[in-house]
């Protein structure tokens, strides 16, 4: 009997590791899947995800807390109980969206928290409390083995269905087809936990139950847990809005920081005799001169940034997990402490993407973060020599001086401060910070004080000082910084520039991608020309209101910007005077754009400019095939649509020229090339594709210039849709050899 009992062991484990791993893939699955179907319905604002992600988060704690309350009674109860909920869950299968429509004066911050619990809440709330409950269930049929290990196959398949989505099923699978997907998915998985049901002791054995057989941890113990759980959830956030603000901006970067924060759950859940020196001693370097190195964010080494923000968060994460995991109760006390995990989790995340957008008007979480991490990360002496230095009762006179010495040399090196990686001062006072810092490394309260004085030299200091001058304003759409230069002032979004306006006479003249030789600027001065006086005109995306400009008395123009801080800076405080000096008249229609044009009557535009691309980030609902019926509805059959689609990172002709095709336009594209004078006058490159469904008035517009030429379509290229959308085959970087479109 014992000898069967062994041979059934990797049998028992491997239905445990499966149905974990299927749970987990579902779960991470549907994030992205039920955010894309909503897209249409609730527009593509951040306060939309950030409410996703609020209720993901909710229903998740609820899923942990859920199991932990089942670890009161009998494990086949559990079971039993488990299976009915997951039985009322299936209720709402096919996974998808409830039939509403989003209120005109509705809130989306209160609104779509209602519309993603209602629509997917009993389900996800099933499937999240599966991995604690599961690996409780482990622990009892194996006869009490550990059973902490199982939780990364969670992780990993947390890990495949986050990645699996962008790059598997999104691009191969209309919605409805994804949502019959997860639907059969499901079902596999109510099979799987019935299995591992069946595992667990039958009789007395089954039923008679003690709830707890170790001893409780204390407060601090389990404010711990929560705390070592807050900080990387909090810097997987951050992480993820300070590169794709001040770093770089490329396409689903987000999914890289949460991917990486999933597998290092995998690394940390398990022994091994090289994880505590390696910890010990690397994670404390890492963060000292990698954290340090980001603050500066230097945009000459932009990709190289993003790659050691990946690998500091990485290590972090691995460096605060390791460290819960060691700290873990029996696996009797299993289900609190996920749930302890579960609340540090969700506070981080609260923290990073709800409250610090609000409290601070820079990313000043990401560097209090790694401050965080610096204070928690298992610590080790580097050398022998260093580690008799801190030996002897005189240690914490020896921390005090060196302390001293910190702050002696932060101070010289803010004395002459450079840009970025600085001047000499400030090179030479960030070495002379680091070299001191690798010293303190294994005292604790020393090192942190070098990492902040590492943070502060390489970008701290600056950061305040603008804050201090109150030239920044912060919003849930990004960090816009206005910058005051002799002959022109500049409008920033992260590092991406959004506007310029000259000074002096000068103030008046269109720059960057909207100069007259643009595609956008020769359509806009020929407005009297084909629409008459009274041309009617819709422009989204308001940046600078640079295109106002264009304006003439009599003109009828209407802004769509979904920023309240763009209207602040562009209208309300004087910062740009595009507005003001050339259209005052001009209409400003905050919210999503696409929500407000879907409003408008039939024909009530002449011209309708598409700009909202900022930071080279695609709101995917404003391309879709839909989106440009809705275009040319209130256009009217003679109107004309521009699409600015200059993008470092996709190929967007394509796109424009799908829903082209699909939608009966006949489309010229200028990609416009400044010349040397024109750069003097802040003139940029730009790609602009003119649309119109009357080919009469596309002549017109293309008729005094080379530079407009047809827009040819890519008959493979499947259009986007609110069905079906992806980015992986526009992508720039899946497509090195292809010729600029």
Same mark, same amino acid.
């Given at each position: 009997?014992?000898?069967?009992?062994?041979?059934?062991?990797?049998?028992?484990?491997?239905?445990?590791?499966?149905?974990?791993?299927?749970?987990?893939?579902?779960?991470?699955?549907?994030?992205?899947?039920v955010a894309?179907?909503?897209?249409?319905?609730?527009?593509?604002?951040?306060?939309?995800?950030?409410?996703?992600?609020?209720?993901y988060?909710?229903?998740?704690?609820?899923?942990?807390?859920?199991?932990?309350?089942?670890s009161?009674?009998p494990?086949?109860?559990?079971?039993?109980?488990?299976?009915?909920?997951?039985?009322?869950?299936?209720?709402?299968?096919p996974?998808?969206?409830?039939?509403?429509q989003?209120?005109?004066s509705?809130?989306?911050?209160?609104?779509v928290?209602w519309?993603?619990?209602?629509s997917?809440?009993?389900?996800?709330?099933?499937?999240?409390?599966?991995?604690?409950?599961?690996?409780?269930?482990?622990?009892?049929?194996?006869?009490?083995?550990?059973?902490?290990?199982?939780?990364?196959?969670?992780?990993?398949?947390?890990?495949?269905?986050?990645?699996?989505?962008?790059?598997?099923?999104?691009?191969?699978?209309?919605? $409805?087809?994804?949502?019959?997907?997860?639907?059969? &998915?499901? !079902? %596999?998985? /109510? #099979?799987?936990?019935? =299995?591992?049901?069946? *595992?667990?002791?039958?009789?007395?054995?089954?039923?008679?139950?003690?709830?707890?057989?170790?001893?409780?941890?204390?407060?601090?113990?389990v404010?711990?847990?929560?705390?070592?759980?807050?900080?990387?959830?909090?810097?997987m956030?951050?992480?993820?809005?300070f590169?794709?603000?001040?770093?770089?901006?490329?396409?689903?970067?987000?999914?890289?920081?949460?991917?990486?924060?999933?597998?290092s759950?995998?690394?940390?859940?398990?022994?091994?005799?090289?994880?505590?020196?390696?910890?010990?001693?690397?994670?404390?370097?890492?963060?000292?001169?990698?954290?340090?190195?980001?603050?500066?964010?230097?945009? $000459?080494?932009?990709?190289?940034?993003?790659?050691? &923000?990946? !690998? %500091?968060? /990485? #290590?972090?994460?691995? =460096?605060?997990?390791? *460290?819960?995991?060691?700290?873990?109760?029996?696996?009797?006390?299993?289900?609190?402490?996920?749930?302890a995990?579960?609340?540090?989790?969700?506070?981080?995340?609260?923290?990073?993407?709800?409250?610090?957008?609000?409290?601070?008007?820079w990313?000043?979480?990401?560097p209090?973060?790694?401050?965080?991490?610096?204070?928690?990360?298992?610590?080790?002496?580097?050398?022998?020599?260093?580690?008799?230095?801190?030996?002897?009762?005189?240690?914490?006179?020896?921390?005090?001086?060196?302390?001293?010495?910190?702050a002696?040399?932060?101070?010289?090196g803010?004395?002459?401060?450079g840009?970025?990686?600085?001047?000499?001062?400030?090179?030479l006072?960030?070495?002379?910070?680091?070299? %001191?810092?690798?010293?303190?490394?294994?005292?604790r309260?020393?090192?942190?004080?070098?990492?902040?004085?590492?943070?502060?030299?390489?970008?701290?200091?600056?950061?305040?000082?603008?804050?201090?001058?109150?030239?920044?304003?912060?919003?849930?759409?990004?960090?816009?910084?206005?910058?005051?230069?002799?002959?022109?002032r500049?409008?920033?979004?992260?590092?991406?520039?959004?506007?310029?306006?000259?000074?002096?006479?000068r103030?008046?003249?269109?720059?960057?991608?909207?100069?007259?030789g643009?595609?956008?600027?020769?359509?806009?001065?020929?407005?009297?020309?084909?629409?008459?006086?009274?041309?009617?005109?819709?422009?989204?995306g308001?940046?600078?209101?640079?295109?106002a400009c264009?304006?003439?008395?009599?003109?009828?123009?209407?802004?769509?910007?979904?920023?309240?801080?763009?209207v602040?800076?562009?209208?309300?405080?004087g910062?740009f005077?595009?507005l003001?000096?050339?259209?005052?008249?001009?209409?400003?229609?905050?919210?999503?754009?696409?929500?407000?044009?879907?409003?408008m009557?039939?024909?009530?535009?002449?011209?309708?400019?598409l700009?909202?691309?900022?930071?080279?980030?695609?709101?995917m609902h404003?391309?879709?095939?839909?989106?440009?019926?809705?275009?040319?509805?209130?256009?009217?059959?003679?109107?004309l649509?521009?699409?600015?689609?200059?993008?470092?990172?996709?190929?967007?002709?394509?796109?424009?020229?799908?829903?082209?095709?699909?939608?009966?336009w006949?489309?010229?594209?200028?990609?416009?090339?400044?010349?040397?004078?024109?750069e003097?006058?802040?003139?940029?490159?730009?790609d602009?594709?003119?649309?119109?469904?009357?080919?009469?008035?596309?002549?017109?517009?293309?008729a005094?210039?080379?530079?407009?030429?047809?827009l040819?379509?890519?008959?493979?290229?499947?259009?986007?849709?609110?069905?079906?959308?992806?980015?992986m085959?526009?992508m720039?970087?899946?497509?090195?050899?292809?010729v600029e479109?």
């Amino acid at each position: 009997m014992e000898e069967r009992n062994g041979k059934d062991r990797p049998r028992l484990r491997w239905l445990f590791v499966v149905a974990i791993l299927s749970g987990s893939f579902l779960l991470f699955l549907v994030q992205p899947m039920v955010a894309r179907m909503a897209l249409p319905r609730v527009g593509g604002a951040p306060a939309v995800w950030n409410s996703a992600m609020l209720v993901y988060q909710a229903l998740l704690l609820g899923g942990y807390a859920y199991a932990h309350w089942l670890s009161r009674v009998p494990p086949r109860t559990q079971a039993g109980i488990h299976m009915g909920v997951l039985a009322l869950a299936a209720l709402w299968l096919p996974i998808g969206l409830i039939a509403t429509q989003l209120p005109g004066s509705a809130e989306p911050a209160l609104w779509v928290p209602w519309l993603f619990g209602a629509s997917i809440g009993p389900l996800f709330f099933a499937i999240s409390a599966q991995a604690p409950l599961l690996q409780r269930w482990y622990s009892v049929a194996s006869g009490g083995r550990d059973p902490y290990a199982l939780y990364a196959a969670s992780n990993i398949g947390s890990f495949g269905g986050l990645i699996a989505y962008p790059l598997l099923v999104e691009p191969n699978m209309a919605l $409805k087809a994804q949502s019959w997907l997860w639907t059969a &998915g499901y !079902a %596999l998985v /109510f #099979l799987l936990i019935i =299995a591992c049901a069946t *595992r667990l002791p039958r009789g007395s054995r089954g039923e008679a139950h003690v709830p707890h057989t170790s001893p409780p941890p204390g407060l601090r113990r389990v404010l711990l847990w929560v705390t070592l759980a807050f900080v990387p959830s909090g810097l997987m956030l951050a992480t993820t809005t300070f590169l794709t603000t001040d770093i770089v901006a490329m396409p689903m970067l987000w999914v890289l920081p949460l991917g990486l924060y999933l597998l290092s759950f995998s690394v940390a859940f398990r022994d091994g005799e090289l994880m505590p020196e390696l910890i010990g001693k690397l994670a404390p370097v890492v963060v000292l001169l990698f954290g340090a190195t980001l603050i500066a964010g230097d945009q $000459k080494y932009a990709y190289f940034n993003a790659l050691i &923000g990946l !690998a %500091l968060l /990485f #290590l972090v994460a691995v =460096a605060l997990h390791w *460290r819960m995991y060691q700290l873990r109760p029996a696996p009797d006390r299993l289900t609190g402490f996920y749930l302890a995990m579960s609340v540090g989790g969700a506070l981080g995340g609260v923290f990073a993407g709800l409250v610090a957008p609000v409290v601070f008007d820079w990313t000043y979480e990401y560097p209090l973060l790694i401050l965080a991490a610096g204070a928690l990360v298992p610590q080790s002496f580097l050398l022998r020599l260093t580690a008799r230095f801190w030996q002897g009762r005189d240690r914490w006179l020896k921390a005090a001086v060196l302390m001293l010495l910190i702050a002696v040399i932060v101070a010289w090196g803010l004395i002459n401060p450079g840009n970025s990686l600085g001047s000499l001062h400030d090179q030479l006072a960030f070495v002379a910070v680091a070299l %001191l810092g690798l010293v303190a490394v294994g005292m604790r309260l020393p090192f942190v004080v070098a990492l902040a004085g590492g943070l502060f030299l390489f970008g701290g200091w600056r950061a305040v000082e603008t804050s201090l001058s109150g030239d920044r304003t912060r919003s849930y759409f990004g960090v816009y910084t206005v910058t005051d230069l002799p002959a022109e002032r500049r409008l920033a979004h992260g590092t991406t520039l959004h506007g310029i306006q000259l000074k002096g006479n000068r103030a008046t003249m269109p720059t960057t991608y909207y100069v007259p030789g643009s595609g956008v600027g020769q359509a806009m001065e020929a407005l009297p020309a084909l629409y008459g006086p009274g041309a009617r005109v819709g422009v989204v995306g308001l940046g600078t209101g640079t295109l106002a400009c264009y304006a003439v008395p009599g003109q009828q123009w209407r802004f769509f910007e979904i920023d309240p801080a763009v209207v602040q800076l562009s209208r309300d405080s004087g910062a740009f005077t595009f507005l003001s000096r050339c259209a005052p008249w001009a209409q400003i229609v905050l919210g999503d754009a696409r929500l407000r044009i879907g409003e408008m009557p039939d024909a009530s535009l002449d011209l309708l400019a598409l700009d909202a691309f900022s930071s080279d980030t695609v709101p995917m609902h404003l391309m879709t095939t839909e989106a440009f019926d809705t275009y040319g509805r209130v256009l009217g059959p003679h109107g004309l649509l521009l699409v600015h689609i200059s993008n470092r990172f996709l190929t967007l002709a394509r796109v424009v020229a799908g829903a082209a095709d699909r939608g009966g336009w006949h489309a010229a594209r200028m990609e416009y090339v400044p010349s040397a004078l024109e750069e003097l006058d802040e003139a940029t490159s730009s790609d602009w594709i003119a649309l119109s469904r009357d080919k009469t008035v596309l002549d017109r517009l293309t008729a005094h210039s080379q530079e407009w030429q047809p827009l040819a379509p890519w008959p493979r290229f499947r259009p986007w849709t609110d069905d079906y959308a992806s980015v992986m085959p526009v992508m720039r970087v899946f497509q090195p050899s292809m010729v600029e479109e």
